[in-house]
């Protein structure tokens, strides 16, 4: 079965600024997808960013990009010129064979004005 | 085009009573799945239907139940609640349901049982 983990519950940053959100996983499947979502307070989980398992590239979306090393089984998002909109729960996500999204416990980023 | 929609938002039942939820999803998705969300579990995920069939089931007893009709709505169900069953149940749609399909959530059903 696979397994993700973010090891920060909470994390904080200064508007304008970078902040990076951890995460890991385990899997035995060699072909997968791996996911951020942003679930904003009250509001419907988006997603911000989706990566390929056999893609070396790490994905980019405007100020979202994520790195991805394959080996560690890490996948780390990145949100560059933090805005006051990005405060959320973020979640990472794995999909692979069996249909189904399997979530870590999230982390609460909070941005401060 | 219209997100995903899920019915009702809010609920609040008794110990022992059944329920249940609605999800229309999005126009041409054929895969619907279902996730429970708490502040102690996070996301788990319960069952996932494409094509009127379950292909995938989550860890929960068998008081929880769903179905996939042929227009791609689905419900589920939850038999005999219990104070656990409390929880923010949401539904998504994908085109296939792969693991590179893109999940578009709902905005949620919020379960309270007293």
């Known amino acids: 079965a696979q397994t993700v983990t973010q090891s920060q519950p909470e994390m904080s940053v200064q508007e304008a600024e970078t902040v990076t959100l951890s995460c890991t996983y385990d899997t035995s499947e060699s072909d997968y997808y791996l996911f951020w979502y942003k679930q904003p307070p009250s509001r419907q989980m988006i997603l911000v960013i ?25 996948f780390s998002l990145k949100i560059s010129d933090s805005q006051l909109g990005d405060a959320a729960m973020y979640f990472c ?21 | ?32 799945s279902w996730y429970q969300q708490t502040p102690g579990q996070g ?17 929960f007893p068998g008081r929880f139940s769903g179905r996939q009709f042929s227009n791609s709505r689905s419900e589920m ?15 998504a749609s994908a085109l296939e349901g792969q693991g590179h399909n893109e999940q578009f959530f709902g905005p949620g059903t919020r379960l309270t049982v007293l």
Do not use: M
């Open chain 2, 77 to 91: 169900n939850v038999s005999t609640l219990e104070l656990g069953d409390s929880a923010l149940y949401l539904c």
């Open chain 1, 93 to 113: 996500a794995y999909g692979g064979s069996n249909y189904k999204l399997t979530f870590g416990k999230g982390t609460l980023l909070t941005v401060n004005p």
């Open chain 2, 1 to 32: 085009k219209a997100g995903v929609t899920q019915t009702p938002r809010y609920l609040i039942k008794t110990r022992g009573q059944q329920v249940t939820l609605s999800c229309s999803p999005i126009s041409g998705h054929r895969s619907v």
């Open chain 2, 43 to 59: 996301l788990q995920f319960l069952f996932e239907y494409f094509s009127e069939t379950q292909r995938n089931k989550g860890n």
């Open chain 1, 50 to 74: 989706r990566q390929e398992a056999y893609k070396q590239q790490n994905a980019t979306e405007n100020r979202f990009s994520v790195n991805f090393q394959k080996a560690a089984k890490s």
